[in-house]
């Protein structure tokens, strides 16, 4: 059984494997094949993680809010035994191609994370559909997370 002490330490790694150095942070320009999704605020909620390692669930609550119109990623998670834990990521640029119901395509969205002391740690996040279901991953091609969210469902926010 997996513990909230595992829970708390999955969220801490993936946040660090969200985090870049800035010197790799590659701006990208926004491309859509179909803007109308891509420009749209969505929250995911995400009830478990799954590590890439060994398969193990780890059940969570968790929402993730993405606005481009804003910029902002808003992500916040429940540990029943640690309380809540919430942060932005501020988004840079954003590649697009997810269509209009989420069944095909794949969002990359770069960005940082603002620290308390004014630092920024640069990141990125995946959106990415494959074999009927939605997923939401941390971390870089050069630095990959050791997990992954599945997404139990999805909604389109006025903007």
Same mark, same amino acid.
């Given at each position: 059984?997996?513990?909230?002490?595992?829970?708390?330490?999955?969220?801490?790694?993936?946040?660090?494997?969200?985090?870049?150095?800035?010197?790799?942070?590659?701006?990208?320009?926004?491309?859509?094949?179909?803007?109308?999704?891509?420009?749209?605020?969505?929250?995911?909620?995400?009830?478990? /993680? $799954?590590?890439?390692? +060994?398969?193990?669930?780890? #059940?969570?609550? *968790?929402?993730? %809010?993405?606005?481009?119109?804003?910029? !902002?990623?808003?992500?916040?998670?429940?540990?029943?035994?640690?309380?809540?834990?919430?942060?932005?990521?501020?988004?840079?640029?954003?590649?697009?191609?997810?269509?209009?119901?989420?069944?095909?395509?794949?969002?990359?969205?770069?960005?940082? /994370? $603002?620290?308390?002391? +004014?630092?920024?740690?640069? #990141?990125?996040? *995946?959106?990415? %559909?494959?074999?009927?279901?939605?997923? !939401?991953?941390?971390?870089?091609?050069?630095?990959?997370?050791?997990?992954?969210?599945?997404?139990?469902?999805?909604?389109?926010?006025?903007?």
């Amino acid at each position: 059984m997996i513990n909230a002490l595992t829970f708390f330490s999955a969220i801490i790694i993936f946040l660090l494997n969200a985090c870049d150095s800035p010197k790799k942070l590659q701006i990208t320009k926004h491309s859509s094949e179909n803007t109308s999704m891509c420009d749209k605020t969505v929250r995911y909620i995400v009830e478990k /993680i $799954k590590m890439v390692e +060994g398969g193990n669930e780890v #059940s969570v609550h *968790t929402e993730i %809010i993405f606005n481009p119109t804003t910029r !902002i990623i808003n992500l916040k998670a429940d540990d029943p035994e640690r309380g809540k834990i919430s942060f932005d990521t501020e988004i840079d640029s954003f590649d697009c191609t997810l269509n209009e119901k989420l069944t095909a395509g794949k969002a990359i969205y770069k960005g940082y /994370i $603002k620290q308390p002391d +004014g630092s920024k740690d640069f #990141s990125t996040l *995946t959106i990415e %559909i494959k074999d009927e279901q939605l997923y !939401i991953k941390g971390g870089t091609e050069d630095k990959p997370a050791n997990f992954y969210m599945i997404v139990d469902k999805w909604e389109i926010l006025d903007n």
